[in-house]
């Protein structure tokens, strides 16, 4: 009678584990152990840089999303930065872009240098280009209500 307790909690136990994986489904559709498949090749949205408005940032401090296609002209290299050649401080006014914020222009000690930060080079790992993916699962996300800070605090 003594075991009879535990053997009932690892059959139960072991039930449920096969339920639950029988029910677990990944987001990509395929088993875990499958190896991932190429991408597919999505429409960028947006034409050209000048003809779009920005898009609704939907928390303070989000990366505005990029709102222009980046075909053609995304290309960062160690000593090239093409999104740089129209966002740049130097560069803004006559491209008629919106600037970089301050806080790309910040070092480690949060000192103001002249040139961008290697930590902003890479634009894309935070600002991202859109495409017609649809989403992968429903949500009901929905925006907290904020005042976006002024630009030269940013
Ligand atoms: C030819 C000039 C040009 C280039 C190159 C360019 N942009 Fe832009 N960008 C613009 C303009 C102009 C806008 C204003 C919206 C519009 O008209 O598309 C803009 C808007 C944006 C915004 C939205 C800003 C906001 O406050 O909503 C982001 C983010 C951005 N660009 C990032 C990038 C990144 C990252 C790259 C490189 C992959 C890039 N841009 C390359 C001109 C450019
Ligand atoms: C580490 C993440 C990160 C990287 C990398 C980054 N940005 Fe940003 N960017 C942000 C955030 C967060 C904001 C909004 C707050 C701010 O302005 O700092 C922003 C704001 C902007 C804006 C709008 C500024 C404004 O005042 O409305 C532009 C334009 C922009 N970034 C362009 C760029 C370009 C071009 C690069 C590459 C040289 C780049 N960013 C790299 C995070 C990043």
Redesign the pocket.
Known sequence: MKKFFPMTLMAVTALFAAVTMAETQTLRGADVAIADQAPVERTQL?GK????K??ARTFEQQP?????M?AN??EVTLEEN??L???DVTRYKE????KIGVSHMKDSSGKVQKTVSSARWN??TC?IPQTDAPPLVDNTFKSVPFKLAPVKAR
């Open positions: 947006g840089p000048g003809a779009q920005g898009i505005p999303l990029i709102p222009h980046t002209f995304d093409q999104c050649s129209c966002h491209k008629n872009a919106p634009c894309n600002h």
